[in-house]
């Protein structure tokens, strides 16, 4: 029988983190998900149990991993859960799933980073030509709608922005709101808080489409603080 839904991890190597990573879906594997795991370098002690998928080698970074992650997906959802990102309930993700067979091509629920938690209820898609995205991870994806598109690993701090986007734009994809908490991430990142990080991800928004988002960078950082 096909399987529901499958959970992209993407890794350097076998950390503590990774194995934190598993552990807090085994209870989905347990539900008959799969779990596609790629990985950088061959894992040493860790062995993962029933239902999935390692993808050891050589990758040209984050997004190139990630699109390594989509060639394998043959589930008719899939979601990214990154090594050291925790996901709080199996059942939530049962849940979201009953939203999609009402026919959305993809949930959008909230995270945890530290002590703070990010739901965007507010983000709404017109912000996209604001530059502003909903947390690209706690998204479950429709396969038939959203497995098209891959990540442009070439612009990897605003990869996320661009893939979705593509969503809208060439695809058409309807999304809806989960209300609920998905994932508790590690905190960190290019592209986390700050305002330092909201230069770097401007520059580079500017290296893909010039001036504009320089332009338009106040309003980006209004919206931004108004949907968390």
């Known amino acids: 029988m096909k399987k529901q839904l499958s959970v992209i991890t993407i890794s350097y190597e076998e950390t503590t983190e990774l194995i934190n990573t598993y552990e807090s879906i085994r209870d989905l594997l347990d539900l008959g998900t799969q779990w596609i795991l790629v990985i950088n370098q061959p894992l040493k002690n860790f062995v993962p149990g029933k239902g999935t998928r390692i993808i050891e080698g050589k990758d040209k970074g984050l997004y190139d991993a990630l699109n390594l992650g989509l060639n394998e997906v043959n589930t008719d959802y899939f979601m990214l859960l990154h090594s050291g990102d925790i996901i709080f309930d199996a059942k939530a993700f049962s849940r979201a799933i009953t939203y999609m067979e009402e026919g959305y091509d993809y949930i959008l629920g909230g995270s945890q980073i530290g002590n703070r938690l990010y739901k ?24 038939q709608s959203c497995i098209k598109e891959r990540y442009n690993f070439e612009i ?12 809208f734009q060439r695809q058409g994809v309807s999304y809806k709101h989960s209300g609920e908490v998905y ?4 905190p960190g990142g290019l592209t986390t808080s700050g305002l330092s990080s909201f230069l770097h991800v401007t520059a ?18 209004l919206l931004k ?4």
């Open 120 to 143: 965007s209820r507010y983000w709404k898609k017109w912000m996209l030509r604001f530059y502003v995205q909903p947390p690209h991870l706690p998204i479950i994806y429709k396969t």
């Open 183 to 186: 994932i508790r991430m590690s």
């Open 225 to 228: 603080i108004l949907i968390r």
């Open 156 to 167: 990897s701090t605003v990869a996320d922005f661009y893939y979705l986007r593509k969503l």
């Open 204 to 221: 580079s928004f500017m290296k893909v489409d010039g001036f504009m988002p320089l332009l338009i960078s106040p309003f980006r950082l």
